[in-house]
């Protein structure tokens, strides 16, 4: 099963300023150095503590994405000039990794995040908090990485 959250935002961070929100939230997440921000359509390779893992972004049609969830009753605010989605599955490290690197997007970019599932607006403080508790709560339970990616560096 797929799971979907949103940052809504008015401006773009580049990668750099996305890790530097990661290093500054306290996170050991590593995005993959090769990425290109405005390039971002699909898996992201990152690290959560040495281990590989990632999840799914795109660069999303903000102005129609906010009128489609607008016509399901949901508001997000704004007027937001951006919209970033990720998308993720039921593994906790990839919960973990897709929970902080959103927050800390939204942090940086001054935006907020929509949680699909839950159907609401959280401020970035909130979701990283989130992915601080999952991550104390599962260290010791996340079991093998589902892959190794050895082109961090």
Same mark, same amino acid.
């Given at each position: =099963?797929?799971? =979907?959250?949103?940052?809504?935002?008015?401006? %773009?961070?580049?990668?750099?300023?996305?890790?530097?929100?990661?290093?500054?939230?306290?996170?050991?997440?590593? #995005?993959?150095?090769?990425?290109?921000?405005?390039?971002?359509?699909?898996?992201?390779?990152?690290?959560?503590?040495?281990?590989?893992?990632?999840?799914?972004?795109?660069?999303?049609?903000?102005? @129609? #994405?906010?009128?489609? #969830?607008?016509?399901? !009753?949901?508001?997000?605010?704004?007027?937001?000039?951006?919209? =970033?989605?990720?998308?993720? !599955? !039921?593994?906790?490290?990839?919960?973990?990794?897709?929970? @902080? %690197?959103? !927050?800390?997007?939204?942090?940086?970019?001054?935006?907020?995040?929509?949680?699909?599932?839950?159907?609401?607006?959280?401020?970035?403080?909130?979701?990283?908090?989130?992915?601080?508790?999952?991550?104390?709560?599962?260290?010791?339970?996340?079991? %093998?990485?589902?892959?190794?990616?050895?082109?961090?560096?």
């Amino acid at each position: =099963m797929s799971m =979907m959250i949103i940052v809504f935002s008015n401006r %773009a961070a580049t990668m750099r300023e996305w890790q530097a929100g990661l290093d500054a939230d306290g996170f050991d997440l590593l #995005l993959y150095q090769s990425a290109v921000f405005e390039e971002l359509s699909g898996f992201l390779p990152v690290r959560l503590e040495g281990a590989g893992t990632g999840f799914e972004v795109f660069h999303e049609d903000c102005a @129609a #994405l906010v009128s489609e #969830l607008g016509e399901e !009753g949901w508001d997000v605010g704004g007027p937001w000039q951006y919209a =970033m989605s990720f998308y993720f !599955g !039921g593994d906790y490290r990839e919960l973990i990794s897709v929970l @902080a %690197a959103a !927050g800390s997007y939204a942090r940086v970019t001054g935006g907020i995040v929509f949680d699909g599932e839950e159907a609401k607006v959280q401020q970035p403080a909130e979701v990283l908090e989130e992915a601080r508790r999952l991550r104390d709560v599962y260290k010791d339970k996340l079991g %093998a990485p589902r892959y190794e990616w050895r082109d961090a560096q």
